[in-house]
């Protein structure tokens, strides 16, 4: 069969479109914007049929018109970030009890060692709080096949799944060998309603077989599992990408552990136990927290040693990678590649706004409006104007979810720190911002929002704002915020003036204002001149 040479996003992408992929739905966050990206350069479908992609204004609306795909029939999928499974945990852990339809894939992307995103948290902790498998690609080819595999289990099993990648994986190549497509499936007739209606009673009884359905998914993944026999009494359990860390270690192993790799979830307890019965000590080497180290502490024999990153072994935080892993191995550091052998560091390059940045003439007039309060609160939120926390800018005082510097200006005017000012971007404004806003209209909370509107995504690549720039006064307008209190500024230098002006008069105002400070981003300018 062809085979491509695909990054991880794209491999799981080209996997879902030859598995029968119908419809596809996203909100962009590094490292998952690619599949959306892929789809959309692919509508016509990869052999199978056309493909509805689309981008949404969050990731739980984003879950929801995937459910309601899958409800119709069709494989569908949604893909986001880490971060993203957040905001669509409503219905992420809800699905777990649904009677899926069209198989349900579910793509999230973990960031380990915090690249583009403000934790590290571990999706695989989240699929077992919510009974949903997990499938966790070792490589590309797996991400490809993994994406197949996810959709026949979804159908079998009627329950979503997940596919967990990392940044590593997700943003590197490698060739894939490809499959012929398989057809999408017809549209389904509504049948079952008490399979997709959670009111408690049916509710329970999902639960239930949502609980069987779990452990049957085990038993087969135990069936599939197989220790590979080694010559001491090392055991080494290794999880994605934690399987090509080892590899690249193994001949330099004077001694060949057994081992066990763990891409499926929930965990083959019987595998582990049998490796666990060969051994003395078991490494786990996994990408994010200690899931597989801390769960076999509860399977294994207490006098059986576990060593991860929990015991110090492997590091807890960041990413790994081979050198890293090597001191768990007993491997002495590579010459001259780590910092162990006398490698010097390199200096650190803190990120920075584009030359020529709206934000740049935006971050201006606030400053300038600002200036002579000697208290006041700026709060941040999340896109490339995050960056106006550094030097030289140091305009905004927080940065903690989407969404949430209206609300954190909204908590603070309310205790009283005035003026009281949320920097948002239009992306993030509809992401999660909008209900904060009609929570300041509805307590006439004293606060100013400053709306950063560059008509796009620009953080994760210039991916289009889910309504236009026109349609924003019309947003803030609607849910209540005075007339006379929501302006279109331009963020360029000729505008600094007037700009700074309307600022103070709504920073002395005791209401809700909106300030939307347009000037599109200069890689979207160039994005579209390209296209
Ligand atoms: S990508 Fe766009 S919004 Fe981001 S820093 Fe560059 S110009 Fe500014």
Redesign the pocket.
């Known amino acids: 069969m062809p085979f491509e040479n695909l990054m991880g996003d794209e491999a799981i992408a080209l996997g879902a479109l030859h598995a029968g992929l119908s419809a596809a739905f996203a909100y962009p966050g590094t490292p998952s914007t690619e599949i959306m990206e892929y789809y959309l350069d692919h509508a016509e479908g990869g052999g199978s049929g056309p493909v509805v992609a689309q981008w949404c204004s969050n990731e739980k609306t984003a879950y929801e018109a995937a459910l309601g795909a899958s409800f119709a029939g069709r494989r569908s999928s949604v893909s986001m970030k880490h971060v993203g499974l957040n905001v669509a945990a409503d219905p992420f852990v809800n699905s777990a009890l649904l009677k899926i339809k069209g198989g349900l894939l579910v793509v999230v992307a973990d960031d380990p060692g915090m690249h583009s995103s403000q934790d590290e948290q571990d999706s695989r902790v989240f699929a077992d709080f919510a009974r949903i498998p997990c499938l966790e690609p070792a490589d590309q080819q797996e991400a490809y096949d993994m994406a197949r595999e996810a959709f026949e289990l979804s159908e079998r099993i009627m329950a979503p799944v997940l596919l967990r990648v990392t940044t590593r994986l997700a943003h590197s190549r490698a060739a894939v060998e490809t499959r012929a497509p398989r057809a999408q499936n017809p549209v389904a007739k509504v049948e079952d309603r008490w399979g997709w209606t959670l009111m408690p009673q049916a509710a329970r009884e999902r639960w239930k077989r949502a609980l069987v359905g779990y452990e049957a998914v085990r038993s087969e993944i135990e069936a599939a599992a197989r220790v590979e026999p080694g010559d001491c009494d090392l055991g080494v359990v290794t999880t994605g990408l934690g399987l090509e860390y080892y590899r690249e270690n193994e001949a330099e192993l004077g001694r060949r552990p057994w081992r066990l790799h763990v891409g499926r979830y929930p965990m083959p307890y019987a595998a582990l136990r049998e490796l666990a019965s060969k051994v003395s000590r078991v490494l786990v080497i996994e990408e994010g927290y200690p899931f597989v180290e801390r769960e076999l502490r509860g399977v294994l024999p207490s006098a059986v040693a576990i060593e991860g990153k929990e015991t110090g072994q492997i590091p807890l935080d960041g990413e790994l990678s081979p050198d890293n892993v090597r001191p768990a191995l007993g491997l002495p550091p590579r010459p001259g590649l780590s910092r162990a052998a006398g490698a010097p560091e390199l200096p650190r390059r803190p990120p920075q706004?584009?030359p020529?940045?709206?934000?740049a003439d935006s971050y201006a007039f606030l400053k300038e409006a600002l200036a002579g309060y000697p208290s006041r609160v700026v709060t941040g939120d999340i896109?490339?104007?995050t960056?106006g926390a550094l030097p030289p800018f140091e305009a905004i005082e927080t940065c903690v979810d989407m969404g949430a510097s209206i609300g954190m200006a909204r908590g603070a005017a309310e205790a009283g720190l005035v003026p009281a000012v949320a920097v948002i971007g239009d992306s993030t404004f509809y992401h999660s911002g909008l209900p904060n806003l009609v929570d300041a209209v509805s307590h006439n909370s004293n606060l100013t929002v400053l709306i950063l509107d560059?008509s796009?995504t620009?953080?994760t690549g210039?991916q289009p704002t889910i309504l236009p720039s026109e349609r924003l006064k019309a947003v803030a307008l609607a849910v209540g915020v005075g007339p006379e209190h929501v302006h279109l500024l331009s963020a360029h230098k000729g505008d600094h003036g007037r700009n700074v002006e309307i600022m103070r008069r709504e920073l002395a105002y005791e209401g809700p204002s909106v300030l939307i400070s347009e000037r599109g981003?200069?890689?979207?300018i160039k994005k579209a001149r390209k296209a």
Request: hydrophobic residues 30%; contains cysteine.
């Open positions: 706004l584009c020529g940045c709206p934000h896109g490339c104007y960056l560059n796009t620009g953080m210039a981003c200069l890689e979207a």
